[in-house]
């Protein structure tokens, strides 16, 4: 049985990943910057099977930085959410 839970696993929005790498740079070891940027963006492939080969049965996702609230524009930031949560 899958049981276990991880919160607050962060990932990026598609078509994001020029920024995932600079802001990677600032925070992610150099010898893990591949990987990382690689998990970030997909979370139904490699990033679920590791889950499921540790028994995760749930995964809470969250939107990375600076997510929604960097974008100043309201209609772009409401669309943005609106693809996001769906």
């Given amino acids: 049985m899958l049981g276990k839970v991880v919160l607050e696993e962060a990932y990026e929005r598609a078509g994001l990943e020029e920024k995932s790498k600079r802001q990677a740079s600032l925070y992610v070891a ?37 997510g929604i609230q960097g974008i100043a524009d309201k209609t ?4 943005k959410a609106t693809l996001t949560n769906n």
């Fill in 76 to 79: 772009e930031a409401e669309e």
């Fill in 30 to 66: 150099p010898w893990d910057r591949e990987r990382y940027v690689r998990q970030i963006h997909d979370i139904t492939g490699e990033r679920l099977q590791l889950s499921n080969e540790d028994g995760i049965g749930y995964t809470v996702v969250s939107l990375t930085v600076p």
